[in-house]
């Protein structure tokens, strides 16, 4: 509880315009962003982390068709970002070094929001 509480403090710092002093950010820490990037929807948010889910097809040459397949990426939310992302958005992450057993790509953007794509 009392980590969950230093978190929240946090966020009404960074709320407030404070300066963002997450190590693992790669505008204001020492996190380096490079690598592969990708694009996929946000399924799950947790603290400082998302997963997304991203679709690609593989080739079955048995059957002389392609199968859809899911992959789920975690990424590191660095606190400054950390109320621009909502689940069902559509955003974008790149590799970087790897931050846990899980972890080792970082959010770099939001592309879109899920409100947007319910308005098209
Ligand atoms: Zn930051």
């Known amino acids: ?7 929240e403090e946090k966020k009404k710092e960074i709320a407030a315009g404070a300066v963002c002093d997450d190590k693992q950010c790669p505008e204001h820490g ?3 962003a490079r690598g592969r990037i990708f694009e ?3 399924v799950k948010k947790h603290l400082r982390r998302i997963a997304i889910e991203l679709e ?3 080739y079955i040459k048995k059957y002389e068709r392609y199968m859809k397949k899911k992959t789920r990426l975690h990424a590191r939310v660095p606190m400054c970002k950390e109320q ?12 970087c070094r790897p931050l846990s057993k899980i972890i ?3 959010y770099i953007k939001t592309i879109r929001t899920k409100d947007k794509e319910k308005g098209k």
Do not use: A, N, P, W
Request: net charge neutral; proline share 0%; charged share 25%.
């Open 40 to 42: 996929g929807t946000v």
């Open 56 to 58: 690609r097809t593989v």
């Open 84 to 95: 621009s992302v909502q689940i069902g958005d559509y955003v974008q992450i790149q590799e």
């Open 30 to 32: 020492t996190l380096s």
């Open 1 to 7: 509880m009392e980590k969950k509480e230093k978190i």
């Open 104 to 106: 080792h790509f970082v």
